[in-house]
């Protein structure tokens, strides 16, 4: 009988050091979409996530005391943005990923915006949690979840 409680997960603050960790978990993660959408570089895909890291707005994810994951949370205008949501493949589908969206999600207060890749399975994860299709374009769908 396979165990089906969620693995036991906690985030805190990330500093300057989590950025090239949370860079190859990007890279691992967003491979398969990157490569069916014919643009997966991975010098690029690792440098994206260094120029964009804000360690003030990122929170890590461990889970048994290690590294799984990352999400940011940066505030813009009159909206939250997140961002940087990544979560070790070996734990996808496991929960942790709803638990984690659903403690963001009750701690931020006003409109989220987020952005998939365009066949993204994580859309899915974020339709369940009431966000709803904002606009699309041939690479990302933005989504929205209204207060």
Known sequence: MTDLTPPAWRLRP??????????EL????????LTRLGRYDAVRVRQRLRDGFDPTH?????VAGRLA??????????TVWLEHFYLDPTLQGRGVGTGVLTHALAT?????RLNVLQGSPARRLYERHGFTLDSEDAVDVYLIKRP
């Open 58 to 62: 990122t929170r890590i994810i461990e």
């Open 108 to 112: 931020t207060p006003g409109p989220i």
């Open 69 to 78: 994951g990352c999400i940011a949370l940066r505030p813009a205008d009159d």
């Open 14 to 23: 990330a500093t300057p050091a989590d950025v090239e960790p949370i860079a």
């Open 26 to 33: 990007r890279a691992v993660v967003l491979r398969p979409d």
